[in-house]
């Protein structure tokens, strides 16, 4: 079958905050007195916020109530939106837009799966909000990656059957989910190293080249 549209993953593929993450998850854990550093920050790569908390806490003997994990995810999230004033248009690749118009000129679907709750603000300070058909991102879902519901979400509101949708991620979780879904997937960056994808990809701009897409 041809695709008809392409899934983005938003970090890691269409932009790289991934150090702001590392930034913003390290001070909190300092201030809870427990050990984080950037083999664990790995691990939390498209991982829901609260899951990502949980990872980090597995290396803490006291447990945190819920309310306490609920404040110190809302104080990671605003420490993290902080570091994300320092985005601008110009952190986004000449190859990813062209990518992009070019999947666009051919009359495919593009669309964002993210997990993050701030996809559509990533997207207004990068100056993409309006270049997208749809967002699906953490504040339409109920369950993180790997649960495939980011990237289900996103085919309905495309009105595009799964089958029909390649996810573009550069995340095992993602992997995960996108196979869930029964979509296809081109991995991308750290994501090619899990050989779950059906398509590995050097470069953002190497989905032009695959068959049924174009």
């Known amino acids: 079958m041809k695709y008809q549209a392409v899934i983005f993953d938003l970090d890691g593929v269409i932009c790289n905050t991934d150090h702001y993450h590392y930034l913003a998850w390290k001070r909190i854990a300092d201030e809870i007195g427990v050990y984080f550093d950037e083999n664990i920050n790995n691990r939390l790569r ?3 916020r609260m899951q990502s908390l949980d990872i980090i806490l597995e290396a803490h003997d006291v447990p945190l109530s819920e309310k306490e994990k609920l404040y110190w995810s809302e104080t990671k999230n605003s420490i993290y939106k902080e570091y994300l004033n320092n985005l601008s248009p110009r952190d986004v690749s000449g190859e990813v837009l062209a990518t992009l118009a070019r999947l666009k000129g ?3 679907k593009i669309a964002i799966g993210s997990s993050s709750k701030n996809a559509r603000y990533i997207l207004a300070r990068l100056g993409l909000e309006n270049v997208f058909d749809t967002v699906s991102d953490g504040n339409n ?3 993180s990656k790997p649960d495939p519901e980011v ?3 996103a085919s309905e509101y495309l009105g595009i059957e799964p ?3 390649l996810v573009v991620e550069d995340a095992r979780s993602g992997i995960e ?3 869930a879904a029964h979509m296809d997937c ?3 960056g750290a994501g090619t190293a899990c050989n779950m994808a059906k398509y590995n990809l050097n470069s953002i701009s190497e989905l032009l080249l695959i ?3 174009i």
């Open 141 to 143: 879902i109920s369950r």
């Open 151 to 153: 990237f289900l979400k």
């Open 163 to 165: 089958r029909a949708c």
């Open 177 to 179: 989910a996108a196979i």
């Open 211 to 213: 068959k049924n897409l």
């Open 106 to 108: 051919k009359g495919i």
């Open 46 to 48: 498209g991982v829901g």
């Open 186 to 188: 081109a991995a991308i």
